[in-house]
Nanobody
Framework: QLQLAESGGGLVQAVGSLRLSCAAS??????????MGWFRQAPGKEREFVAA???????YYTDSVKGRFTISIDNPNKMVYLQMNSLKAEDTGAYYC????????????????????WGQGTQVTVSS
């Protein structure tokens, strides 16, 4: 069983930066076993894909964050990060870390149903 815990959210002014962290808790954790993703949910809206990193290190981003956000993984320390720069008011929301499993198969990295494990979320508020 894999447990995920996000941290690093907060209140930031527009064009500022934040780095979100996701700590994975499991007896074994390897980027070769799991693809990791970040999703966000704004009030009154559905959860949406933000970024993902595959077991091979390929990265995927939603168009609105390309060039501003960077997903990375620190496998020895069981951490996944989302560096967010040039933040905008529309980036406001609860951010969730997610991990897939070997049974995820070919389901798109962009879809929430690929991911079997979820953290509790961390709030990001960007003031304009």
């Amino acid at each position: 069983q894999l447990q995920l815990a996000e941290s690093g959210g907060g209140l930031v002014q527009a064009v500022g930066s934040l780095r979100l962290s996701c700590a994975a808790s499991a007896r074994t954790f390897s980027s070769y076993a799991y693809a990791m993703g970040w999703f966000r949910q704004a009030p009154g809206k559905e959860r949406e894909f933000v970024a993902a990193i595959s077991w091979s290190g390929s990265t995927y981003y939603t168009d609105s964050v390309k060039g501003r956000f960077t997903i990375s993984i620190d496998n020895p320390n069981k951490m996944v990060y989302l560096q967010m720069n040039s933040l905008k008011a529309e980036d406001t929301g609860a951010y969730y870390c997610a991990a897939d499993s070997p049974t995820s198969g070919s389901t798109s990295y962009y879809l929430a149903r690929r991911y079997h494990y979820w953290g509790q979320g961390t709030q990001v508020t960007v003031s304009s």
